[in-house]
């Protein structure tokens, strides 16, 4: 079973209908037993970081993620809740990944937030098996997480930043799989196959 978890964060359903889509019947899910006794583990999302570790905190949800041993894909703002600090909302996370999430600061006119297309490079590990050169994935959002140790995959936008991190049996992206085509739904194919 694929254990979605609920923590009332956007975007869950894309995720669930991305999978569906895979043939794979996933469940949205808040529960412990549900989520440790998980094949896999999903954490998505779109929100605010004090307001989703504030939730998490409430639920018991931070010390069940933070002890799951089988693999888990974590998703957008669930990339950044693994690490250790957000500025957003000067937010202490779950501390699982040792780096920081930061505001992007525009240095030439840049948007904020990233919002569409742009391309990831210098891939590397399971996650990101068999996609095509130079893959195009979907973003929305205002912080990053900054290059370091555990950084699987870099995308530029103001400056170079994480799209991928990877830490033990915690998988992480930055972009939205779910709403990235076919590289998103090779990317879910290779999380589902670890």
């Keep these: 079973m694929v254990a979605v978890i609920n923590y009332n964060a956007g975007n869950v359903r894309s995720v669930l209908f991305a999978l569906e889509r895979l ?21 998505p999302g779109v929100g605010e970081a004090s307001a989703a570790m504030t939730h998490l905190r ?16 974590a998703i957008c703002i669930g990339q950044q809740l693994l690490c250790d600090y957000s500025e957003e909302g000067n937010t202490t996370c779950l501390g699982i990944i040792p780096q920081r999430v930061k505001l992007f600061q525009p240095a030439n006119g840049e948007k904020i937030p990233q919002i569409g297309w742009n391309n990831i490079y210098s891939v590397e590990g399971e996650l990101f098996k068999s996609l095509p050169e130079d893959p195009y994935v979907y973003f929305v959002h205002s ?3 900054e290059v370091g ?12 930043f994480s799209a991928g991190l990877r830490k033990d049996n915690f998988y992480a992206t930055q972009f939205h799989p779910e709403k990235s085509g076919k590289v998103g739904e090779q990317i879910l194919r290779n999380f589902l196959a670890l």
């Design 58 to 73: 409430e639920h018991g949800l931070d010390e069940i993620i933070k002890r799951l041993s089988q693999p888990v894909l």
């Design 143 to 145: 912080y990053y997480v």
């Design 149 to 160: 140790a555990y950084t699987t995959a870099l995308t530029d936008y103001v400056h170079p």
């Design 23 to 43: 043939g794979v019947n996933a469940k949205l899910t808040a529960n412990h037993n549900e989520i440790v006794a998980a094949d896999k583990v999903i954490f």
